[in-house]
């Protein structure tokens, strides 16, 4: 008897070549369902339809097809076992040798702008999940396809060895459970979305890998890219125009870099990233501009950065960026005349993605026997709910570069604290394990540019030693969350030495 084959896909990709060589080189009976049934008929290749098959017509609009013992019966049989073979002649069952199934688009789906509810629970397949699961379960007895990638190496076993052998029907197996899982977590994580706003009960997280990378954080870590969801987002979505691959480390400081510019819309900014922290950042009137100051703010540790631009690279930007060693280089976009100029350069990895002010809900992190999960730090800044608790009361001016100190304070190791003027970072003091230690890094950085500078802490002030170390530095104004029991003290410490100070009511530690 003809070996049998259940052919029911939504991509569709590569299936006619599939089927034919199937039938036409290895004599297989197929049965289809719906569109797939169409296509294969439409393309000439011999098909019975499943509903003529069960003697079943599909029904409630096709939700129920292939949910039917004579098919899910020739999918779990086991060949060996004399009462299922039993079993399936008594009910006239044929065994199906292989089942090629991909699910429908439910990712797709959700991430229309505008979809509904009801849209998106269409989308939600049952009985190619029951089949995958069904076949995976079995694969001692047949194979399963869920991926058009597949189609030709499983040619291939055919062709070599007359069937599938055990090792590839377990590999597709495998394959067939992540498939599944991937695709009942995207449905739990959209259903929890339009439910509550706090985390779910059960949080799960599911990627297929981009590329394997050359090492982790040091070379003796092995490590992956992996992609969340079936349409590429974020840094999978983002083309890059020169370079050698990306690497593990590179990732880490580029999505830091994302972060930190997305802070800032308004005007052209800059960043340079250094091991996850802010070397340089500023704001100026042209992208060129905001580039320079960011690069000398702190060049001695921009020499080998990771660069993050909010405004497209032109040629003038592009001719400063090759006078140093870079790592990586993102941004929006950028001009013809540029790219040219850049490959003189060619190591120097050249990023474009257009959407740099997306980033993930959540944060996830490793720890032994789990992970935690937090919301992401996405709140933004509103100076009008700042409070000014000194006698000094704020000028535009200053209160404008205070929040610039913020935005970029918020991305930088606690404990943070960072010097600015003109918007742009003078000294960054990050990772420290006190406060003190912070702002005297940061101070020094700065040297005699803290005359009349600005500068943020991400975190309050339990004691007043790091206000009059500003004051004798020569700060002029301090922004921090407050919270303290011993706030009076930094804020009388203030009024004394006649500083501003405001308070935000946020902390944004960062560890």
């Not at 409630?60 to 039917?68: E, I, M, S």
Request: glycine share 8%; with cysteine; aromatic share 6%.
């Amino acid at each position: 008897m003809a070996r049998l084959a259940l052919l029911s896909v939504s991509n569709k990709t590569g299936i006619i070549d599939l089927a034919r060589s199937l039938v036409e080189e290895f004599g297989f009976d197929i049965i289809s369902s719906g569109g797939t049934a169409k296509t294969l008929k439409d393309a000439g290749i011999p098909v019975t339809k499943v509903s003529d098959y069960t003697g079943s017509p599909e029904i409630l609009g096709g939700r129920v097809k292939t949910l039917h013992p004579r098919i899910h019966g020739g999918i779990l049989a086991r060949r060996d076992l004399e009462q299922d073979v039993k079993d399936l002649e008594d009910n006239q069952i044929r065994p199906i040798d292989l089942v090629v199934v991909n699910l429908y688009p439910f990712e797709q789906t959700i991430a229309k702008p505008g979809v509904t509810l009801a849209d998106a629970v269409e989308q939600i397949d049952i009985g190619g999940p029951a089949m995958l699961r069904a076949s995976s379960k079995n694969f001692a007895h047949l194979t399963v396809l869920c991926d058009p990638a597949q189609y030709d190496e499983y040619l291939q076993e055919l062709r070599q060895n007359g069937s599938a052998s055990l090792e590839f029907r377990q590999k597709c197996a495998l394959k067939g459970f992540l498939h599944t899982a991937s695709y009942d977590n995207a449905i739990a994580a959209y259903l929890a979305d339009t439910q509550s706003e706090g985390l779910p009960e059960t949080y799960t997280v599911s990627g297929t890998q981009i590329q394997p990378l050359r090492y982790g954080e040091n070379p003796h870590q092995p490590a992956a890219w992996y992609q969340t969801g079936t349409k590429p987002t974020g840094w999978a979505a983002a083309t890059k125009l020169q370079g050698k691959e990306l690497s593990y480390n590179n990732l880490v400081d580029l999505e830091a870099a994302r972060r930190i510019i997305a802070e800032f819309t308004a005007s052209p900014a800059a960043t340079i990233i250094k091991h996850t922290n802010p070397c340089g950042t500023a704001e100026a009137e042209t992208i060129f501009d905001a580039y320079q100051k960011a690069f000398n703010a702190d060049s001695t540790s921009a020499f080998g950065g990771i660069v993050a631009l909010n405004r497209a690279i032109d040629a003038a930007t592009a001719t400063e960026l090759t006078k140093t060693f870079l790592e990586c280089v993102v941004a929006p976009s950028c001009d013809e005349e540029a790219k040219e100029i850049l490959t003189k350069k060619g190591n120097v990895r050249v990023l474009i993605l257009p959407d740099l002010l997306t980033g993930p809900k959540e944060t996830v992190r490793a720890i032994a026997g789990g992970f935690l999960v937090q919301t992401a730090d996405d709140i933004v800044a509103d100076t009008a709910k700042w409070q000014v608790v000194t006698k000094r009361q704020p000028t535009p001016a200053e209160l404008a570069e205070l929040l610039f100190a913020w935005k970029v304070c918020k991305h930088v190791k606690s404990n943070a604290i960072v010097i600015s003027k003109d918007r742009t970072t003078l000294g960054v003091g990050a990772g420290q394990m006190n406060r003190v230690g912070s702002a005297k890094i940061a101070l020094e950085q700065a040297g005699e540019k803290t005359q009349g500078a600005f500068l943020a802490s991400d975190g309050f002030f339990p004691f007043d030693d790091t206000v009059r170390t500003a004051a004798a530095a020569g700060i002029t104004a301090i922004v921090q969350p407050g919270g303290s029991l011993r706030d009076k003290d930094s804020i009388k410490a203030a009024d004394e030495l006649g500083l501003l100070m405001l308070v935000t009511g946020v902390r944004h530690f960062l560890h």
